[in-house]
């Protein structure tokens, strides 16, 4: 007798694996080719999970690369043959593979993936088309044509990132979308985190859909900063390349701001804390614009050994934290152990130092608000976790043979300011050439205005309301994604609850859970993703999710 559904004591034991799989693994992505291809098939034709615009310009063109240039042998090479084996375009594209079909394969949640990921996915992909659609519109929409707002997706404890459409295997690929990426942890919690999607997708994914634009960001920084400050001196001229050498990472910072508004900067410096253990980090690499080192990079110090640099550690070595504990000298004594702490040093990964940061975004807030008491609070705030210091540390690396030492470099935190202050206006003062000798500040591509800030008070009243109560109250005022996450970031930093039985991180929950459900209302009213054009929503009560 054959057995059945309801005789068979394992036979949902495929789907319990998935589950496991995606679990571990973070993601759905399995190197099998015919396994992947038989699941994006899935994908085509079916609109309700992703929009017909997605299918022509994303997912056929990656079957079609997939199936008739790649082939069976091409992916098997890249995902079954020794890392070292392949070469620096193979890596890329290999990431690129990964990254995009696993970005697909969300979208088909069916007995594979949970549905309320997928409904917690429309939420982020609101935020994501919503800030590119609205920076792109109008005049700056012809400099990048034929680009679709990246696609959202869940990732690893690594991100959130950014994979832009410009990235060359993407190209190669015909795929019109870029990526982001977003820690699958905060889809339950974290409500701060997700202001990052302001850095990523207004900066890096705008900035690199036009040509020339972030040398030319740089060069603009390097003028500004020579016309202030004495290039002759040797620490000027150290955080003028430093600076050059961050201009996209400040780049994005100034476009977050303009996006988002203030929550942007408070949101930032909460997140970092929660990711430092508590504080800004005042110590870090001096970038420069020649080549930076491994992103595997290490320094190690410990009681009684001279410091150790490791340019290059095993892959298969992940350290979450920026800094902490590696493990302990030998021998191992445990009435007197001696720790042995380890701190991240990627120079090729060139994000200005955490503290400073903030008075980019400082500057371009008081510059479209002068009045405003963010500006003062955001940088009062950032000078509190340096307890009073006035230096900040740079550590440059210096490669003398036979090894490689790190030395200090002191500055000043005044002058730390000062530099952030010229960078940030020096970006927002470059102009892009919109057409013929009609040019356009970057300030003017998105702005955040007295309205903005009007709007997100009405969403921040609606949010913090006792009585479930929907978005139509707003009146006749447009609202959109970006601003109801800066209201959810500004409710949930300002607001302390009375009560005894109400503690402020279940305050904190309520608000992320409505943000949430407002986001994915906007979302499925516009089911093509076409977000450009705001819209007035009408919102039933939320249920808070358990």
């Known amino acids: 007798m054959a057995m059945t559904s309801a005789t068979n004591p394992i036979g949902n034991l495929i789907a319990a694996i998935s589950d496991v799989y995606y679990t571990t693994h973070d993601g759905l992505f399995r190197p099998n080719y015919h396994e992947l291809l038989i699941d994006l098939v899935k994908l085509d034709g079916n609109d309700i999970i992703l929009p017909r615009n997605y299918q022509t310009n994303v997912l056929q063109p990656f079957i079609k690369f997939l199936k008739e240039q790649l082939k069976e042998e091409g992916f098997n090479k890249l995902f079954h043959e020794d890392e070292e084996k392949l070469d620096r375009r193979d890596k890329a594209l290999k990431k690129a593979i990964e990254e995009m079909a696993e970005g697909l394969l969300q979208r088909n949640y069916e007995f594979k993936y949970f549905s309320a990921s997928f409904r917690d996915l429309k939420a982020i992909q ?17 400099l990048a044509t034929d680009i679709l707002p990246p696609l959202a997706k869940w990732g690893g404890r690594k991100g959130p990132y950014a994979i832009p459409q410009s990235m060359p295997c993407l190209k190669e690929m015909n795929i019109r979308a870029g990526i982001v990426s977003f820690p699958a942890e905060h889809r339950t919690g974290g409500l701060l985190a997700w202001i990052s999607l302001g850095h990523e997708v207004a900066g890096h994914h705008f900035l690199r859909s036009i040509d020339g634009l972030i040398p030319k960001l740089r060069e603009n920084i390097k003028t500004a900063l020579m016309k202030s400050m004495d290039p002759d001196d040797s620490l000027t001229a150290s955080l003028i390349d430093y600076w050059c050498a961050c201009a996209e990472e400040t780049a994005c910072d100034v476009l977050g701001v303009l996006n988002i508004g203030p929550s942007f900067g408070i949101g930032l410096i909460g997140y970092f804390r929660g990711v430092r253990g508590g504080k800004l980090k005042s110590t870090g690499p001096m970038y420069s614009t020649g080549e930076g080192s491994s992103t595997n990079s290490l320094i190690f110090e410990g009681a009684g050994i001279d410091q150790i640099f490791v340019e290059k550690v095993s892959d298969n070595l992940t350290l979450k934290q920026t800094e902490g504990l590696f493990g302990y000298i030998r021998p191992y004594d445990p009435t007197a152990p001696r720790p042995l702490k380890y701190q991240k040093f990627k120079t090729s990964n060139k994000h200005p130092l955490d503290i400073i940061r903030p008075f980019v975004i400082a500057q371009i807030i008081r510059s479209f608000n002068p009045s405003s008491h963010w500006s003062k609070l955001i940088e009062k ?12 540390t740079l550590l440059q690396l210096i490669k003398e043979s036979p090894r490689i030492a790190i030395s200090p470099v002191i500055v000043p935190v005044k002058l730390a300011i000062k530099t952030a202050r010229i960078a940030a206006e020096a970006v927002a003062e470059s102009t892009i050439l919109i057409r013929g000798s009609v040019e356009k500040r970057l300030r003017e591509v998105v702005k955040w205005e007295r309205e903005d800030e009007e709007l997100v008070e009405e969403i921040k009243r609606i949010i913090l309301s006792l009585r479930p109560e929907s978005l139509s109250t707003v009146g006749e005022k447009e609202c959109s994604a970006r601003h ?59 249920e808070e999710e358990e």
């Open 381 to 392: 705030e950032a000078l509190s976790d340096l307890n009073g210091r006035e230096h900040i």
């Open 126 to 142: 609101a935020i994501v088309t919503t800030i590119f659609d609205d920076i792109l519109r109008s005049d700056i929409t012809q």
């Open 484 to 542: 109801i996450l800066a209201a959810s970031v500004l409710s949930a930093v300002q607001t302390r609850s009375d009560s005894e039985s109400v503690t402020s991180i279940h305050v904190i929950k309520s608000i992320f859970n409505k943000m949430k459900g407002f986001l994915v209302e906007i979302f499925e009213r516009k089911p093509t993703l076409n977000l450009g054009q705001h819209i007035v929503v009408s919102l039933p009560p939320i």
